[in-house]
């Protein structure tokens, strides 16, 4: 069983920053891909970023150029660092997990508001 802690979100101006760490528990967090999603009022969640145990990297277009997912195994922990935040980037962002073996993991979410 692995739980996943996000932290790091809040309320920002149109063009602000943030970085949201996701903090794991369970000895095998390298194994692991990682990935965040996010989900507006109304909306479907949608992938943000992931990032595989080798560390290769994959972004949804509107977080590319603005947004970089990263990891450090030794903390078990994930990041996502946010640039250029516009009002379209306000959403509850989720961490999740995913094992070799399929085995998935959500967070409970951190809120992200960005105000113009």
């Known amino acids: 069983q692995v ?3 996000e932290s790091g979100g ?10 949201l760490s996701c903090v794991a528990s369970g000895s095998t967090f390298s194994r692991y891909t990682m990935a965040w999603y996010r989900q507006a009022p109304g909306k479907q969640r949608e992938l943000v970023a992931s990032i ?6 994959n972004y949804a277009d509107s977080a590319k150029g603005r947004f970089t997912i ?9 990041y996502l660092q946010m640039i250029s935040l516009r009002p379209e980037d306000t959403a509850v962002y989720y961490c999740y997990a995913n094992s070799y073996f399929g085995d998935t993991y959500w967070g409970q979410g951190t809120q992200v508001t960005v105000s113009s």
């Not at 595989?52 to 990297?57: K, P």
């Not at 990263?70 to 994930?78: C, H, I």
């Open 3 to 5: 739980q996943l802690v």
């Open 70 to 78: 990263s990891r450090d195994n030794a903390k078990k922990t994930m």
């Open 52 to 57: 595989a145990s080798g560390g290769t990297t």
């Open 10 to 19: 809040g309320s920002v101006q149109d063009g602000g920053s943030l970085r």
